[in-house]
């Protein structure tokens, strides 16, 4: 079965889609990734969603427009991609609702039926909001997929993915988000207008300003860092105003140390794990700053690219709500109550149909593992 993933992260910058097709044999689920895309929003619906994004007050006009404008956006992002037999789509977070350590509810939007309109096929969506009912955070979900993937590896191995959060799975015990990744770095580059991308590009900022220990200190003073996992955080925390009282400070500087800032929590959450091979995804890993910066911290600790693995480091989330939509479509659950607390797996979702009657395959069992394999075309 081929199945599109597609997801907008936390830094909501545009669509990132992955086609991989599944075949299960004697319990290890095998996914051939035959196609990943990057499709950035239109300048003006980004601009458009950040101002409504928390903690920017809005209005249910205004969410309803952008349900829609997303969902048409998603739409023309899965229109691009080869023919599939079905679609998960994660849509665009815009709030997370979590008091202490208890997620209550989540929001995703962009209306899946205008993919499944273009497409005609089923399209699994509104996926996180079942672990939550189950007690669960309902995040990372990349954690089933990291589970799978990293199954057999020796030692004490951990998946870490680098987005506008940075999330870690130890396989099949637990997961949470350890903190911001690029949330922060990105908000101060747009804050301080200091590259016009709106991001650090190749951490070059990060390389050429100095750490400001004070200022590290008053981040790290941070709450959300000494509750227990699982736990979850985005946005919601980590917006652009989080930085009002550092912003004096020479811009190079200060993404210098919102980079350490990052390395910091990451490394205590790795070490407190005893972990000793490290494999990175997401777009920090891009960043060789922030990499540099973290090996520093885990002298000990092998880091590898996700890609190692099958999972091409931009495409690994894209590629890990393909996985969950054929579990739903399969009858399976896709979470793991050890990593995100739920009581209880949980089959995730809702299906909206496609062009004609609706089909489900039969019911699997649940894979032990997965294998990962990329098509040439993937791999250039």
Same mark, same amino acid.
């Given at each position: 079965?081929?199945?599109?993933? +597609?997801?907008?992260?936390?830094?909501?910058?545009?669509?990132?889609?992955?086609? $991989?097709?599944?075949?299960?044999?004697?319990?290890?689920?095998?996914?051939?990734?035959? %196609?990943?895309?990057?499709?950035?929003?239109?300048?003006?619906?980004?601009?458009?969603?950040?101002?409504? =994004?928390?903690?920017? *007050?809005?209005?249910?006009?205004?969410?309803?427009?952008?349900?829609?404008?997303?969902?048409?956006?998603? *739409?023309?992002?899965?229109?691009?991609?080869?023919?599939?037999?079905? $679609?998960?789509?994660?849509?665009?977070?815009?709030?997370?609702?979590?008091?202490?350590?208890?997620?209550?509810?989540? +929001?995703?939007?962009?209306?899946?039926?205008?993919?499944?309109?273009?497409?005609?096929?089923?399209?699994?969506?509104?996926?996180?909001?079942?672990?939550?009912? &189950?007690?669960?955070?309902?995040? @990372?979900?990349?954690?089933?997929?990291?589970?799978?993937? =990293?199954?057999?590896?020796?030692?004490?191995?951990?998946?870490?993915?680098?987005?506008?959060?940075?999330?870690?799975?130890?396989?099949?015990?637990?997961?949470?988000?350890?903190?911001?990744?690029?949330?922060?770095?990105?908000?101060?580059?747009?804050?301080?207008?200091?590259?016009?991308?709106?991001?650090?590009?190749?951490?070059?900022? &990060? %390389?050429?300003?100095?750490?400001?220990?004070?200022?590290?200190?008053?981040?790290? %003073?941070?709450?959300?860092?000494?509750? @227990?996992?699982?736990?979850?955080?985005?946005?919601?925390?980590?917006?652009?105003?989080?930085?009002?009282?550092?912003?004096?400070?020479?811009?190079?500087?200060?993404?210098?140390?919102?980079?350490? +800032?990052?390395?910091?929590?990451?490394?205590?959450?790795?070490?407190? *794990?005893?972990?000793?091979?490290?494999? $990175?995804?997401?777009?920090?890993? *891009?960043?060789?700053?922030?990499?540099?910066?973290?090996?520093?911290?885990?002298?000990? $600790?092998?880091?590898? &690219?996700?890609?190692?693995?099958?999972?091409?480091?931009?495409?690994?989330?894209?590629?890990?709500?393909?996985?969950?939509?054929?579990?739903? !479509?399969?009858?399976?659950?896709?979470? !793991?109550?050890?990593?995100?607390? %739920?009581?209880?797996?949980?089959?995730?979702?809702?299906?909206?149909?496609?062009?004609?009657?609706?089909?489900?395959?039969?019911?699997?069992?649940?894979?032990?593992?997965?294998?990962?394999?990329?098509?040439?075309?993937?791999?250039?």
């Amino acid at each position: 079965m081929r199945v599109l993933g +597609l997801i907008s992260g936390t830094s909501h910058d545009g669509i990132d889609a992955a086609v $991989v097709d599944f075949a299960l044999r004697d319990g290890v689920l095998h996914g051939h990734v035959t %196609a990943t895309a990057s499709t950035p929003y239109a300048p003006e619906l980004r601009a458009r969603l950040r101002a409504a =994004l928390p903690p920017a *007050a809005t209005t249910l006009a205004e969410v309803c427009a952008l349900d829609t404008l997303i969902g048409q956006a998603f *739409a023309d992002a899965a229109g691009a991609a080869p023919r599939v037999d079905a $679609v998960c789509s994660h849509g665009q977070t815009v709030y997370h609702w979590v008091e202490g350590t208890r997620a209550l509810g989540t +929001l995703q939007i962009g209306q899946p039926a205008w993919i499944a309109e273009r497409l005609g096929v089923p399209v699994v969506a509104d996926v996180r909001i079942r672990d939550i009912t &189950a007690g669960g955070q309902g995040a @990372p979900l990349v954690s089933y997929l990291d589970t799978l993937l =990293l199954a057999g590896l020796p030692g004490h191995p951990a998946a870490l993915n680098l987005g506008g959060i940075a999330n870690i799975t130890l396989p099949g015990k637990l997961a949470w988000d350890t903190g911001p990744a690029n949330a922060l770095i990105d908000a101060a580059v747009v804050r301080t207008g200091a590259h016009p991308a709106g991001y650090d590009v190749d951490g070059a900022l &990060a %390389a050429r300003g100095r750490v400001d220990e004070g200022v590290l200190a008053a981040l790290l %003073a941070e709450p959300y860092y000494q509750l @227990p996992p699982p736990k979850t955080t985005g946005k919601e925390l980590f917006h652009d105003g989080y930085l009002e009282p550092f912003l004096g400070i020479e811009p190079a500087d200060l993404v210098a140390t919102l980079t350490a +800032l990052t390395a910091r929590t990451v490394a205590d959450a790795v070490r407190a *794990a005893d972990v000793d091979t490290l494999v $990175v995804s997401g777009g920090g890993a *891009a960043n060789p700053t922030l990499m540099r910066m973290l090996g520093a911290e885990l002298p000990g $600790v092998r880091l590898v &690219a996700s890609d190692e693995l099958g999972a091409p480091r931009d495409a690994k989330e894209a590629i890990a709500f393909a996985l969950i939509g054929w579990q739903t !479509l399969h009858g399976l659950p896709a979470t !793991l109550p050890s990593c995100t607390g %739920a009581k209880a797996p949980r089959i995730l979702g809702t299906i909206t149909p496609g062009a004609g009657p609706l089909r489900l395959p039969e019911p699997a069992e649940a894979p032990q593992a997965l294998r990962l394999t990329v098509s040439e075309e993937v791999a250039r």
